[in-house]
């Protein structure tokens, strides 16, 4: 089943055989001697099934024989592990917190104390841009799109919806400052809740302007991006404008207006699970995604570049949602094996910051406080369109400076493709991430 020693098997076989395997009676026993004799490849397999099982329990309310299936879990599972004991580790540990969550008091007990550090948060994400190519290949397919589409434009206006790294526009002025025509007056709208954040994108972005003698100016507005008022973006006449969306749309597909207490809570988990045919709808219904989008739209822009998970994280039960979560994650974490070794302190700052906390909002989080909803670029691609956007190609040369890119990495697991003007980054075949342009329509 496993295809390469370290390569997980939720990459390479079909989910739905595991729930046809069943318990064996010593599930209620412990400390389950058994199970240090099963091989890497059974232990895999056994480790998704106890997964869908629990998931499956907890979905049905049935938190005692969950409490069984998490204890199996935690003989077998390791965050320093191999591939598939690592993912088992934050799944369980999701499915954990969305049982405590049924308890609020509780719940919010546990996480009384608990403190997050902006700056390591911040360093951790640059690890994950370093070592994986895919925030730098979306980086770079963007800039080529915004350089295209900008070509001769004297006044220009860059709108980044999530302002955090100054790294993409810094490359962005230095390819405007070389093109033939000169460079255009640059203004950069930079979108974030964190003042400090921005602080640093306006000081970085600031110095490179004035090495390179290029007009520049730099306008902080301090929210997040589901309270943004466009009248802040104060967009004047004259000015080509260009939109920045790097994985932040699907933060706004949760439904509005969506009470949080504990009661409440527990019955909607319940409710949502047990729902009859619980695939989502060809598009999720979202006044604020819609408002948005058509906000976004009445700005005219000449280009808007979106970066986007591609997978379906959005649907209404938790045993859909799971499935979907542990193929795309898999996948991730196999980009990790391949790239840093196991005992690697800043894979595992990266595995727990940033995919583990993602897999939490995924499988523990309903309603509002659910923000990690990935959809699939077929339906993006409606929403822009029904909104009043044209899709924009992505050039060849565009492609091509991605490919080079990829191919710097070092691993033949990653590649690219295209589909219909958009792109897709891959490892392996399965779709990862993807990057699409659209144009103001009239």
């Given amino acids: 089943m496993f295809q390469e020693e370290?390569?997980?098997?939720?990459?390479?076989?079909?989910?739905?055989?595991?729930?046809?395997?069943?318990?064996?009676?010593?599930?209620?026993?412990?400390?389950?001697?058994?199970?240090?004799?099963?091989?890497?490849?059974?232990?895999?397999?056994?480790?998704?099934?106890?997964?869908?099982?629990?998931?499956?329990?907890?979905?049905?309310?049935?938190?005692?024989?969950?409490?069984?299936?998490?204890?199996?879990?935690?003989?077998?599972?390791?965050?320093?592990?191999?591939?598939?004991?690592?993912?088992?580790?934050?799944?369980?540990?999701?499915?954990?917190?969305?049982?405590l969550r049924t308890w609020p008091g509780i719940?919010?007990?546990?996480?009384?104390?608990?403190?997050?550090?902006?700056?390591?948060?911040?360093?951790?994400?640059?690890?994950?841009?370093?070592?994986?190519?895919?925030?730098?290949?979306?980086?770079?397919?963007?800039?080529?799109?915004?350089?295209?589409?900008?070509?001769?434009?004297?006044?220009?206006h860059l709108i980044d919806l999530n302002a955090a790294d100054p790294t993409q526009w810094r490359a962005l002025i230095q390819d405007l400052r070389a093109r033939p025509e000169g460079p255009p007056h640059l203004r950069i709208t930079g979108i974030h809740h964190r003042k400090e954040v921005l602080d640093h994108m306006a000081?970085?972005?600031?110095?490179?302007?004035?090495?390179?003698?290029?007009?520049?100016?730099f306008n902080p507005i301090v929210c997040k991006l589901?309270?943004?008022?466009?009248?802040?973006?104060?967009?004047?006449?004259?000015?080509?404008?260009?939109?920045?969306?790097?994985?932040?749309?699907?933060t706004l597909l949760a439904p509005n207006n969506d009470p949080r207490n504990g009661s409440h809570l527990q019955r909607e988990m319940l409710d949502k699970d047990n729902e009859s045919g619980s695939s989502s709808p060809p598009l999720?219904?979202?006044?604020?995604?819609?408002?948005?989008?058509?906000?976004?739209?009445?700005?005219c822009p000449k280009i808007m570049v979106v970066t986007e998970q591609d997978s379906d994280h959005n649907g209404k039960g938790l045993m859909e949602r799971l499935s979907g979560a542990l193929y795309f994650?898999?996948?991730?974490?196999?980009?990790?094996?391949?790239?840093?070794?196991?005992?690697?302190?800043?894979?595992?700052?990266?595995?727990?910051?940033?995919?583990?906390?993602?897999?939490?909002?995924?499988?523990?989080?309903?309603?509002?406080?659910?923000?990690?909803?990935?959809?699939?670029?077929e339906k993006w691609s409606q929403r822009f369109d029904f909104c009043g956007f044209a899709n924009v190609p992505l050039s060849y040369y565009a492609m091509l400076q991605a490919k080079r890119l990829m191919q710097g990495f070092n691993c033949e697991g990653y590649n690219i493709k295209d589909e219909n003007g958009c792109v897709v980054i891959c490892w392996q075949d399965r779709p990862l991430f993807s990057v699409s342009a659209w144009r103001y329509r009239r």
């Fill in 6 to 99: 370290g390569s997980s098997s939720v990459t390479s076989s079909p989910l739905q055989m595991f729930p046809m395997m069943s318990l064996p009676p010593s599930l209620t026993m412990s400390p389950y001697p058994w199970l240090k004799d099963l091989k890497p490849e059974e232990r895999g397999l056994y480790l998704i099934h106890l997964l869908v099982t629990c998931s499956n329990h907890v979905s049905q309310g049935s938190f005692e024989n969950a409490n069984i299936a998490l204890d199996q879990i935690s003989h077998l599972a390791s965050p320093n592990g191999d591939t598939m004991q690592r993912i088992a580790s934050y799944f369980s540990e999701a499915l954990a917190d969305r049982i």
């Fill in 107 to 156: 719940y919010k007990a546990f996480r009384s104390t608990k403190i997050s550090f902006l700056s390591e948060e911040i360093l951790v994400r640059k690890m994950f841009s370093d070592f994986l190519p895919f925030m730098k290949v979306a980086s770079v397919i963007a800039n080529q799109a915004i350089i295209e589409a900008m070509e001769g434009e004297k006044m220009v």
């Fill in 203 to 217: 000081r970085i972005l600031t110095q490179e302007a004035e090495k390179l003698d290029l007009p520049f100016q």
């Fill in 226 to 250: 589901e309270n943004l008022e466009f009248e802040n973006l104060r967009v004047k006449t004259g000015e080509a404008l260009a939109i920045s969306s790097f994985t932040q749309l699907h």
């Fill in 284 to 299: 999720s219904s979202s006044a604020r995604i819609d408002s948005f989008i058509s906000g976004l739209w009445g700005l």
């Fill in 329 to 377: 994650y898999a996948a991730l974490f196999d980009c990790l094996e391949s790239s840093l070794p196991r005992e690697s302190l800043e894979r595992l700052k990266m595995e727990k910051m940033v995919l583990g906390e993602e897999i939490k909002n995924i499988i523990a989080c309903e309603g509002v406080e659910r923000k990690e909803r990935h959809e699939k670029l």
